[in-house]
């Protein structure tokens, strides 16, 4: 069973800093793409940035120069260093890995974590 388990929201003011870590546990043999999305109250859930195990990375137009994915792959961990954090970010920021396991690959999702900028 393939757990994810995430931390480091929170509150924080605008222009601040967090970073957020997802950390998979389980029978991983490998994990292809890592990434992050959140979902604001009443919109669709959206792709926040990417990485692949190669180390290609990919980021919403909207964070593009603040926010920053990186993998640890020894410790099967994402993160994402988010800076000059605005008010628009505010939602729950989930992770979602596709490792290959026992019963080949697939995708999991992690519980989400809260990320609130304001003032």
């Known amino acids: 069973q393939v757990q994810l388990v995430e931390s480091g929201g929170g509150l924080v003011q605008p222009g601040g800093s967090l970073r957020l870590s997802c950390a998979a546990s389980?029978?991983?043999?490998?994990?292809?793409?890592m990434g992050w999305y959140r979902q604001a109250t009443g919109n669709e859930r959206e792709l926040v940035a990417s990485i692949t195990s190669g180390g290609r990375t990919t980021y919403a137009d909207a964070v593009k120069g603040r926010f920053t994915i990186s993998r640890d792959n020894a410790k099967k961990t994402v993160y994402l260093e988010m800076n000059s954090l605005k008010p628009e970010d505010t939602a729950v920021y989930y992770c979602?890995?596709?490792?290959?396991?026992?019963?080949?690959?697939?995708?999991?999702w992690g519980q989400g974590t809260q990320v609130t900028v304001s003032s």
């Open positions: 979602k890995m596709t490792p290959y396991t026992y019963n080949g690959w697939d995708g999991y």
């Open positions: 389980g029978s991983i043999f490998s994990i292809a793409t």
